[in-house]
């Protein structure tokens, strides 16, 4: 009989499972019109930055240049197998800081990766700390941070 409960898409892990240096990967995306227009509806933002191709041509942009918010949420653990590994005993996304290097057009492709950078145990839950990079189709670094994740034990 079919049990919800034991569908998963990978096995589960435990937080004790995981060490540090191991990788997680995203599959690429490309930013497309599209995602700028839900990401404005989303936010509200509409700065003349991000939409006005006659603008961003004139201050030196070759197409629509990405919010840094819109480069940031493509750093989702649930796009990888980590957020399926953890399962129920993911808890929450606790804290995030990032470094915008490099610009980000409409129709560049993103490829993001997670790293275990720390595991911090305490009774009853754990920390993962993940160093986060996400590079462009030209191998640029785009974006460099930190994520942290609170994790049952």
Do not use: W
Not at 2 to 28: C, I, N, W
Not at 88 to 94: K, P, T, V, W, Y
Not at 130 to 144: A, C, H, P, T
């Amino acid at each position: 009989m079919f049990d919800p409960k034991r569908h998963s898409m990978v096995p589960q892990r435990s937080f004790d499972s995981y060490t540090k240096g191991e990788l997680f990967r995203a599959p690429g995306r490309t930013i497309t019109e599209g995602m700028f227009t839900a990401y404005q509806g989303a936010s509200g933002d509409s700065a003349q930055l991000h939409y006005d191709k006659v603008f961003l041509e004139r201050i030196g942009h070759k197409n629509l240049f990405s919010h840094g918010f819109l480069t940031l949420i493509q750093s989702s653990i649930g796009a990888t197998t980590l957020a399926h590994e953890l399962g129920s005993s993911l808890l929450g996304f606790i804290e995030q800081s990032s470094q915008f290097l490099k610009p980000v057009y409409c129709e560049d492709t993103l490829y993001v990766e997670f790293e275990i950078f720390d595991l911090i145990k305490s009774k009853s839950t754990g920390v993962m700390v993940l160093d986060v990079r996400i590079f462009n189709q030209r191998s640029d670094l785009v974006l460099s941070g930190k994520q942290k994740y609170l994790i049952s034990l």
